[in-house]
């Protein structure tokens, strides 16, 4: 208690917006990869893989490159007015979103509302570092992490009450959003009351691409952020790869039985059908451990250097991951998850207070906005393993697809995903159920994890060096 404290009002009121933002952008992420891939009967709009890879790698990237930029804009011109425009774009983008159907015009948007995380991302990261010093900074992000995983859980636990129409799902996100416009008066910029903002608009973007250029020229901050690119490309399959994974192989009768028997609220409002939870519903079990342990784990690890406690979560996350992708059964890939999400408490969190403690007082945002490249790389990695990678080896759609024609199976033309997989059972002779099974057990989908435990283990062994080599000094050589 002693510690929290310590934390100026400016602290809470950032870490309250944190937690409205992250509500309403988990609230429809979670679902948005069963919703563009999802069957048409569903209200999916029946995206390949490789399509939803591509819209998610790149649109999701660019929300991550473009802090590099507004990152140092706010820097110049304000973190109140900044916020003030990434809400306008936040909510003007979720209720335009669901109106586009074509993939054209739901990437476009995608990337407009892109544009409006990139706006907040550096902003409220930035108000975190500048509101904590070296003997808070640790609890802090810690704080910060855990009000970014209560938004990422309840989100979802919201919107998966209406799933039956994915437009109800945008527009409570555009309503949560509309919250921060009524916090955003009690928000003071920290370490901002008598700042001038002189300059036009191309003097400005001069300075931002003057600053670029010093920043790549710092090798070791740039080859620390390229390696923990390979956390990022194994943590985004967590909302890319995972829920499609769940929902097209994973058996989670086990668990809506015990929830059908005791909590019978959950198992009427998160399945899909009898016998059958959500798939969401099980991957946002991830923020919900994140919400019991964040500051049991932040407590445990705060004098660990953060480098080191970098290393370590990256490798536990890496374990994490791979497993979820490894079996059929539902109570395996909840504490796969919980693996995960150790690993990520351990090593998430520790990357922006690394960037924090080595920033510029007055650059803070723009460093924070820099510490989101290894999140655009990764981005990008994420989408190809989600979208080609998994199309290729794991895709139950390509599968079934596959399997029929090998049958010599005759289908009738412009079925839903689910109807061509019931189909193609009934002309098998066996039920959905078997003909899942017979999948799984000759196409083995479950080799995706041999991938990311690759790109994992590459990244921890990559930091592992990296630790060794700098030893005591900071990035920038001071």
């Given at each position: 208690?002693?510690?929290?404290?310590?934390?100026?009002?400016?602290?809470?009121v950032?870490?309250?917006?944190?937690?409205?933002?992250?509500?309403a952008?988990?609230?429809?992420?979670?679902?948005?990869?069963?919703?563009?891939t999802?069957?048409?009967?569903m209200?999916?709009l029946e995206?390949?893989?490789?399509q939803?890879?591509?819209?998610l790698?790149v649109g999701?990237?660019?929300?991550y490159?473009l802090?590099v930029l507004?990152g140092?804009i706010a820097?110049?011109?304000g973190?109140k007015?900044?916020?003030?425009?990434s809400?306008?774009v936040?909510?003007?983008?979720?209720i335009?979103?669901?109106?586009?159907?074509s993939y054209?015009?739901?990437f476009l948007?995608?990337?407009?509302?892109?544009?409006?995380?990139?706006?907040?991302k550096?902003v409220?990261?930035a108000?975190?570092?500048k509101?904590?010093?070296?003997?808070?900074?640790s609890?802090?992000?810690?704080?910060?992490?855990?009000?970014v995983?209560?938004?990422?859980?309840?989100?979802?636990?919201?919107t998966?009450l209406?799933?039956?129409?994915?437009?109800?799902v945008?527009?409570?996100?555009?309503?949560i959003?509309?919250?921060?416009?009524l916090?955003?008066?009690?928000?003071?910029e920290?370490?901002?009351?008598?700042?001038k903002?002189?300059?036009?608009?191309?003097?400005?973007?001069?300075?931002i691409?003057?600053?670029?250029?010093?920043i790549?020229k710092?090798t070791k901050f740039?080859?620390?952020?390229l390696?923990a690119?390979g956390f990022?490309?194994?943590?985004?399959?967590?909302?890319?790869?995972?829920?499609?994974?769940?929902?097209?192989w994973?058996?989670t009768?086990?668990l809506?039985?015990?929830?059908?028997?005791?909590?019978?609220?959950?198992?009427?409002?998160?399945?899909?059908a009898p016998?059958?939870?959500?798939?969401?519903f099980?991957?946002n079990m991830?923020?919900?451990?994140?919400?019991?342990?964040?500051?049991l784990?932040s407590?445990?690890?705060?004098?660990?250097?953060?480098l080191?406690?970098?290393t370590?979560?990256f490798?536990?996350c890496?374990?994490?991951i791979?497993?979820?992708f490894v079996?059929?059964?539902?109570?395996?890939?909840l504490?796969?998850?919980?693996?995960?999400?150790?690993?990520?408490?351990?090593g998430?969190p520790?990357i922006?207070?690394?960037?924090?403690?080595?920033?510029?007082v007055?650059k803070?945002a723009?460093?924070m906005?820099?510490?989101?490249?290894?999140?655009f790389?990764?981005n990008?990695?994420?989408?190809?393993i989600s979208g080609?990678?998994?199309?290729?080896l794991s895709?139950?759609?390509?599968?079934?697809?596959?399997?029929?024609?090998?049958?010599?199976?005759h289908?009738?033309e412009?079925l839903?995903?689910?109807?061509y997989f019931?189909?193609?059972a009934?002309?098998?002779?066996?039920?959905?159920?078997?003909?899942?099974?017979?999948?799984?057990?000759s196409?083995?989908p479950?080799r995706?994890w041999?991938?990311?435990?690759?790109?994992?283990?590459v990244?921890v062994?990559?930091l592992f060096v990296?630790?060794r080599?700098?030893?005591?000094k900071?990035?920038?050589?001071n």
């Open positions: 208690m002693n510690t929290l404290g310590k934390y100026p009002r400016t602290f809470w950032g870490n309250t917006i944190e937690l409205f933002e992250r509500w952008w988990y609230g429809f992420f979670m679902l948005f990869a069963n919703y563009l999802g069957s048409s009967d209200g999916g995206f390949s893989q490789s939803k890879g591509l819209l790698g999701t990237g660019i929300l490159f802090p507004t140092a820097d110049r011109y973190y007015r900044i916020l003030f425009l809400f306008l936040y909510l003007s983008a979720f335009l979103l669901p109106l586009f159907s054209t015009g739901v948007m995608y990337l407009y509302l892109a544009v409006g995380g990139a706006l907040f550096p409220i990261q108000t975190v570092a509101t904590t010093t070296a003997e808070t900074s609890i802090g992000f810690g704080i910060f992490y855990m009000i995983n209560i938004g990422a859980f309840f989100g979802p636990m919201v998966l209406f799933k039956s129409s994915y437009h109800t945008f527009y409570i996100s555009a309503g959003i509309a919250l921060n416009l916090l955003l008066p009690f928000y003071k920290p370490g901002r009351e008598s700042a903002r002189e300059g036009s608009v191309t003097e400005s973007l001069a300075e691409f003057r600053n670029m250029g010093g790549l710092d740039i080859i620390f952020l390696i690119a990022w490309a194994m943590y985004y399959q967590l909302f890319f790869t995972l829920p499609v994974f769940v929902s097209q994973v058996d009768a086990m809506y039985d015990f929830f059908h028997t005791y909590i019978p609220f959950i198992s009427a409002n998160y399945s899909s016998g059958v939870m959500e798939a969401e099980v991957t991830d923020a919900f451990y994140i919400i019991l342990f964040q500051i784990v407590s445990l690890i705060m004098k660990i250097k953060p080191r406690s970098m370590g979560g490798l536990v890496t374990i994490g791979a497993l979820t079996s059929q059964n539902v109570l395996f890939t504490a796969a998850l919980l693996i995960f999400a150790l690993g990520e408490m351990a998430s520790k922006q207070e690394y960037i924090g403690r080595i920033a510029p007055d803070k723009l460093y906005g820099y510490s989101f490249i290894p999140v790389i990764g990008l990695l994420a989408g190809f080609n990678v998994y199309q290729s895709d139950k759609v390509a599968i079934t697809r596959r399997f029929a024609e090998a049958k010599g199976l289908l009738p412009g839903s995903s689910n109807a019931e189909e193609t009934r002309l098998t002779g066996v039920t959905p159920e078997e003909l899942t099974r017979l999948l799984w057990d196409s083995h479950s995706l041999i991938v990311l435990l690759a790109v994992g283990v990244a062994a990559c990296y630790d080599v700098i030893s005591t900071t990035v920038r050589g």
